[in-house]
């Protein structure tokens, strides 16, 4: 079919605007990259950076391991080793994705699992098979958005990202729904102090207080002690001083883990991209920082005049499972993730790393690690460890 010049004169115009839009796209690309930028985080921005006490490495031996830990570490210690020489289960569970799980032993026979994207559900080890507790929804005893789940007792309290922490009472099979308390602000990290009080980690201001002029000049204190009405009354802690730049403060202030040692009635915070563990006691004052020594900063470009911010490109790690068993020892997760493209394709994109942490004394125990081409994760209780293989969900006894 012949065309007629005025066709062929629009098809001509239409390929060059094409080219010139993109030509246009590019060079703005172009020049958004070479505006001034900065590499966060910044270890002087990191709040008491200068101020550790204790490390955490890998170089404590199995002698010392075997003499001091419970069994359950020690046994989790060969799992990492040789997982093949424990007997394995295989539960009758779908789940979307083993990454987006947390899970909390009842007893010897019984998980608590909160797939974050679906549902509560409670795990029968004997059976192999699992009980809805709770769904997704905005109605009494349903979840929305779930961020975390902690267990304290028989309680088990989930906060969930539309300003509720659902309390659900286990101690019964199966956990029963029996409380939603609303919040009034947003947080990322809750835990239970006393009888009527949370604390949390949240970026929103004490109510009523001003907004500075000079945001430059504004420190987040992240810690808050929430009463039964929800009002803060207190705050404590330093975040990461973003200088007042809101786009910094999701990912170096708003992915954090705050826990109360009940025991020793002292705060623990991570913020997962930092390599310090944040130790708090009753006065709210910093009493210790320990430092993961192999942990890997990544850095993010940053452009201050536009807010944007690029996701991590290096090597980094990053935080991801804190733990208390037994009132006694701290367990920590670090994940590290490696860009092996120009060098030795043998080796493994991922990296998990666990360490025990003695909350008495700050003594570190090196635990093991597993390397993976792929993301992974496994969930370690005081009974055993869950975990995904070949497609299945396995349950291992320590």
């Known amino acids: 079919m012949n065309l007629s010049n005025a066709q062929i004169l629009f098809s001509k115009w239409n390929q060059r605007s094409i080219l010139l839009i993109t030509v246009f796209i590019f060079f703005g690309f172009a020049c958004q990259e070479n505006r001034k930028f900065e590499y966060h985080p910044k270890l002087e921005n990191i709040p ?38 424990f007997n394995e289960q295989i539960l009758e569970l779908y789940i979307q994705s083993i990454d987006r799980l947390e899970v909390e032993a ?11 994207r679906k549902r509560l559900s409670q795990i029968d ?13 905005r109605g ?17 309290y989930i906060l969930n990202s539309d300003l509720r922490i659902s309390i659900f009472d286990c101690k019964n099979i199966p956990c029963l729904h029996q409380q939603t308390i609303p919040i009034k602000n947003a947080v990322s990290s809750i835990d239970k102090v006393e009888d009527s009080t949370f604390v949390v980690i949240s970026t929103e201001r004490r109510s009523g207080e001003p907004v500075l002029e000079n945001q430059e000049e504004y420190q987040i204190r992240p810690l808050k002690i929430l009463d039964k009405l929800n009002n803060t009354v207190q705050e404590f802690g330093l975040a990461y001083d973003t200088k007042g730049h809101w786009m910094l403060e999701r990912p170096m202030i708003d992915y954090g883990t705050v826990l109360f040692d009940r025991k020793r009635e002292q705060f623990i915070v991570i913020f997962e991209r930092f390599p310090f563990i944040y130790i708090y006691n009753k006065q709210f004052k910093l009493d210790t920082l320990l430092r993961i020594e192999s942990f890997i900063i990544g850095k993010q470009k940053y452009w201050p005049d536009t807010g944007r911010l690029r996701t991590i490109q290096n090597d980094h790690s990053l935080i991801k499972t804190v733990r208390i068993f037994d009132n006694k020892y701290l367990l920590v997760k670090v994940n590290t993730k490696k860009d092996y493209a120009h060098e030795d394709n043998s080796l493994k994109n991922y990296q998990y790393d666990y360490y025990a942490v003695n909350l008495t004394t700050f003594e570190s125990y090196y635990l093991g690690q597993i390397s993976m081409n792929q993301e992974f994760d496994l969930f370690i209780t005081k009974y055993g460890v869950l975990y995904a293989k070949n497609d299945n969900i396995k349950w291992t006894n320590l």
């Open 106 to 116: 009842i007893n010897e026979n019984s998980l608590l699992m909160l797939d974050f």
């Open 140 to 156: 009494p005893g349903e979840l929305m958005g779930a961020r975390e789940m902690k267990k304290v007792g028989d309680f088990v």
């Open 125 to 137: 080890l004997i059976r192999g098979k699992s009980t809805s507790v709770a769904s997704q929804g």
């Open 48 to 85: 008491y950076a200068d101020r550790v006490t204790n490390s955490i490495s890998k170089e404590k031996s199995s002698e010392i391991l075997n003499e001091q830990l419970p069994d359950y570490l020690i046994n989790f210690r060969k799992f990492l080793e040789s997982p093949n020489q």
